[in-house]
């Protein structure tokens, strides 16, 4: 009956121009219109000029030979490759450097973080002092230190320093062997991913165990003992097949072994440096948000310090840590583009620098490198953010 | 990533200006008052600020040479520093009206660029710089070594040229400005520093001890350096490239900033016609008559700009060579201006 009633009292439907949902698409379709109409404008009005002025334009080069050498390339490149090769040998050393910079900015900001909350004096001073002084710093000023100041101060290759007659250090980079692999190194291999599996299980049959019956088992050494332990059993029983391949001094340089340039090391350090202070604030900020009463409770209840902050604070503390922290790693990754400035080949050096200038095609080039650093970004953004869906509060 | 916002505004303005760049540059340069000229980031010789932040050198001279033909004062120039980097865009975009920064002139760059290179001020040539505790005699030696060399120029590509042909090892360290490339060196980063001989002569003196490095005798490329103008404006075109055969012709005739007054009044018909008593070459180019004769009166001819800039009695003690004038056995010659 009431709903006869509520229906009979319903105003006669409006008009379509004045229903507010149609109004609301009509609009939203207009100003969507009015958007792709000035993206084709300017792209069309591009074209137009830059036929007019007698610009190269397209996608073509990227298949034309580039012609110059790469200082560093973790895949094979030479000056017969294409640009378009080029490119991912400046996109691999980007993700490279960013990939070193992360991984260190993250540990080093951790135990910075937690130092400066330590109730140890002189710790939680130098943890400020470090803090303080480097974030305040311009970063590219840091990159210059750390790259001319130190590799001033580095031997010629003729008066390395020298370790063991194997590893060098001079001003053109760091030397040290490199594995050779010979037949029968797959077996090591397959050894090494049977020890990650059982590590894997043995994990999750321990939690089990722990659960149930409150008995702790040693995940961390018996961890290490497996994962040494298995790829040596599996080298002896293949008889050991790996040999060294040692740098030298050929002329000018050191030949052959694995060689770590300067310019990586220097900006990865800087990079790493800069940004631990910022990720010592949000760790120091994540603690603090803690509530002093869960250290206290979790003393009365006999839990060791190092445990309390591993298991009790930490735990509650990555929940405020983990937003501010994806900003972080994204601030780092774009920072790396300043490699440029000391030669190390990265995207923005190799193929926004030296294939721009090669072509003159600014437009296209620009373009790539800036949706590569949008798809770098946004990847690094979605699996921060699916990790702290991972770590939020399960509402029970 | 200031560069980048350069470029990046450059492109904006590609796509939003509806061609402007192809607008008369000459009624532009009047209209504004100066000269718009892109330059090195600091080029003993060529392009350098003094401690007063005037800039001299030869690629400048140019530049005011211009601003001489087109708004009789050579002091109406404006200077963009541009590294090698920006330098393309930023004559394509608009923002300079004439780049006069030792550009090498190329095919690509002549053709797919949008530019037209208005002639050749400097003729110079890729040479190796190296430690002399080396004791390297020829470039032959050189394999395995590591070469510092500036990003996007075709020294780079030079470079992999000549190792490649020679089938020697290399590695490359490319800095994008000039003063880091120096420094790297300085800092024995690399065993040889390589770009233009001329470019060599002059970055020595930025070195701690100049002395301790030579320059090898080889020469591994061509490089005509010269001024660079945009496509499509062919009369500012002509301006640029009759501005350089001026100086040259009246080096040719032996008109200098000393004598100019008195040579207005010479009788020779060639003298005359450059220095505007005779003919309407001034007028054709959308000048005044006597635009050449205020080139030479406040820039001074092209023999004058050398051996003020870079000459024999300058710190880069650079010998005339091919920069000489035809009949001098060099390659230097202007057209005939009548």
Redesign the interface.
Known sequence: MAQGVSNSNRPAKPPIWNDPVYRALFFQFLVLGGVIALGAY??S??L???A?????SGFGFLDTTA?????MSLIDYS?ENTYGRAFFVGLFNTLLVAGIGIFFATIFGFLVGVARLSSNWLLAKMATVYIETLRNIPLLLQIFFWY?GV??N?P?PRDSAMVMESFFLN??GLYSPRPVFEDGFALISWAFVAAIVIIIFMAKWAHKRQEKTGQQFHTVYASIGIIIGLPSIAAVIAGFPMSWNYPEL????F?GGIVVI??LVSLALALSLYTATFIAEIVRSGIMAVSHGQTEASYALGIKPGVTLRKVVIPQALRVIIPPLTSQYLNLTKNS??A????Y?DL??VF???V?????Q??EV?SITMAVYLTISLLISAFMNWYNNKMALVER | MRKSVKILSAIAAAAFVSSAANAGTLDDVKAKGFVQCGVSQGLPGFSNPDANGNWTGIDVDLCRAVAAATLGDASKVKYSPLSAKERFTALQSGEVDVLSRNTTWTATRDTALGLNFAGVNYFDGQGFMVRKSLGVKNALELGGASVCTNLGTTTELNVADYFRANKLEYKLVAFEKADEVVAAYDAGRCDVYTTDRSGLAAQRFKLGKPDDHMVLPEVISKEPLGPVVRHGDDQWFDIVKWTLYAMLESEEMGINMGNVDKMKGSDNPGIKRILGVEGDVGKNLGLQPNWAYNIVKQVGNYGESYDRNVGPDTPLMLARGVNNLWNNGGLMYPMPAR
Do not use: K, M, Y
């Open positions: 300017l792209i009005n591009t137009d000029n830059l007019r002025q007698g610009i190269a012609g110059f050498s790469i200082l000056e001319f590799l001033r580095l010629a001003n053109r050929t002329g000018f340089n030949t300067p310019e583009s300043l440029a400035a000391i030669a080949p923005v050096l926004g620098g030296i721009l200038n090669q072509t003159g600014a437009i620009l």
